[in-house]
């Protein structure tokens, strides 16, 4: 009797055990299932015809980066001639000044006596000149009379020449005190913008002191650096696709420019080459902006993408591509890089010619996720669109009402 109740027992906790387990595991594949409903249900990703890119064969401009400043090719630093108290400064930043204007006065009371001041000593070493002239005559008469020697002749002359080199000195140094007034006249040697004002009315400078830069910016010049090995392949006359980073609201700006010259040293620190590139006369272009592109040396006709379309999060580079409204990860391998219609693009391997690309602004998808084009914008109304094409929103013969119905239907009640 006590056996059948162990048994009983036992039985009883199997029982129980196996009905843990099978709860366990209908838990767990539910859980799985739930899993695999989300991950099909998941959020399809919608793209735009500008997030998309066809593999095909483009002719890119390939060659060396450059980057570099923007100098104007005409600048002048305005320097006090003489020390003084600066006066009469009134041009700021970004006032336009001509050739021959005068920017600043130096306080002139100082030189201005000076000035007077070798102008006196000029009057008087003139006089001493025709005293000693009228002395040198009368004893010319006296000697010929025989009242004198010859010796006192010869005395007399010399003072007469003592007396005009004193003369001419005086003159130089009239010459020098006029040079000190002039040259407390500040004026603009070219015509530009005032880049800087480096003093202030009232203040004292020294010689040599800066008081205004300008600048001509009608002609303006990128200054960029080159290793050696690299400045072998550029010549002057070669054409360079330049870019100026804009903010998020504007597209990158591009140039044209050329190698105008080239240092003919190189730069002991750096060990880098000069190289100077014209650039084209473009309004907003300021001094100092910064520039980066790629100097033309050759160019070559590819299979290419962007370059930041090819991924390389994983071991292999890859392109995220569009096939069968899902994300595919495709391996590519990459060549040469070079410029198209201002981009920076790279010839890829391994890609079919007119595989749409998922460009690099998208992000990082995961393989297997639907996607979905969003549908082009309708065009602008004044004529019929062509056949396929989105209809054109307030188009010639559609009732505003009928279009407004359409665009913003009424909600169901």
């Known amino acids: 009797m006590k056996r059948w109740w162990k048994w009983a027992i036992a039985a009883?906790?199997?029982?129980?055990?196996?009905?843990?387990?099978?709860?366990?595991?209908?838990?767990?594949?539910?859980?799985?299932a739930a899993l695999a409903a989300n991950t099909q249900a998941q959020t399809v990703v919608e793209l735009t015809p500008a997030d998309l890119v066809a593999a095909v064969e483009q002719a890119l401009q390939v060659g060396v980066p450059i980057s570099g400043t923007v100098r104007a090719v005409n600048s002048a630093v305005v320097k006090a001639r003489v020390a003084g108290e600066v006066q009469a400064l009134v041009v700021r930043e970004g006032d336009a000044v001509k050739a021959g204007q005068v920017v600043a006065r130096i306080e002139p009371t100082e030189f201005r006596a000076r000035q007077r001041?070798?102008?006196?000593?000029?009057?008087?070493?003139?006089?001493?000149?025709?005293?000693?002239?009228?002395?040198?005559?009368?004893?010319?008469?006296?000697?010929?009379?025989?009242?004198?020697?010859?010796?006192?002749?010869?005395?007399?002359q010399?003072?007469?020449?003592?007396?005009?080199a004193t003369y001419q000195a005086a003159l130089a140094a009239v010459d020098i005190a006029n040079k000190a007034v002039q040259d407390s006249v500040l004026v603009a040697p070219m015509a530009g913008l005032v880049a800087q004002r480096l003093v202030q009315p009232g203040e004292r400078v020294g010689v040599d002191a800066r008081v205004i830069e300008i600048v001509d910016l009608r002609q303006l010049?990128?200054?960029?650096?080159?290793?050696?090995?690299?400045?072998?392949?550029?010549r002057v006359g070669q054409s360079a696709v330049l870019r100026l980073d804009a903010d998020s609201a504007r597209a990158p700006r591009t140039l044209a420019a050329k190698v105008a010259r080239i240092n003919p040293t190189v730069q002991a620190g750096s060990?880098?080459?000069?190289?100077?590139?014209?650039?084209p006369t473009t309004e907003g272009l300021r001094q100092g902006t910064f520039l980066q592109g790629v100097l033309g040396t050759g160019?070559?006709?590819?299979?290419?993408?962007?370059?930041?379309?090819?991924?390389?999060d994983k071991p292999a580079p890859y392109v995220q591509a569009v096939n069968n409204s899902q994300i595919v990860h495709l391996p590519v391998g990459t060549g040469q890089s070079g410029e198209h219609?201002?981009?920076?693009?790279?010839?890829?391997?391994?890609?079919?010619?007119?595989?749409?690309?998922?460009?690099?602004?998208?992000?990082?998808?995961?393989?297997?996720?639907?996607?979905?084009l969003a549908p082009t914008l309708p065009t602008a109304c004044g004529s019929l669109p062509p056949e396929g094409a989105a209809p054109c929103l307030g188009r010639p013969g559609a009732a505003?009402?009928?279009?407004?119905?359409a665009s913003n239907p009424a909600p169901a009640r």
């Open 158 to 164: 010399a003072n007469l020449n003592g007396a005009q």
């Open 400 to 405: 505003a009402s009928s279009v407004d119905a």
């Open 12 to 32: 009883l906790v199997l029982a129980l055990l196996a009905a843990g387990v099978f709860r366990a595991l209908s838990g767990r594949k539910a859980q799985q």
């Open 117 to 156: 001041q070798a102008q006196d000593q000029a009057d008087a070493a003139k006089a001493q000149v025709a005293i000693a002239q009228r002395q040198l005559d009368n004893n010319q008469a006296l000697v010929k009379q025989g009242f004198i020697s010859a010796t006192a002749l010869d005395t007399s």
């Open 221 to 234: 010049e990128l200054e960029a650096t080159l290793s050696a090995s690299d400045a072998l392949d550029v």
């Open 341 to 372: 219609a201002g981009e920076r693009w790279v010839a890829v391997t391994g890609l079919p010619t007119g595989t749409q690309v998922v460009r690099g602004s998208v992000g990082a998808l995961r393989e297997g996720t639907p996607v979905k």
């Open 299 to 312: 160019a070559v006709t590819a299979l290419a993408v962007p370059l930041t379309a090819v991924r390389t």
């Open 271 to 279: 060990r880098s080459v000069v190289m100077y590139l014209a650039l």
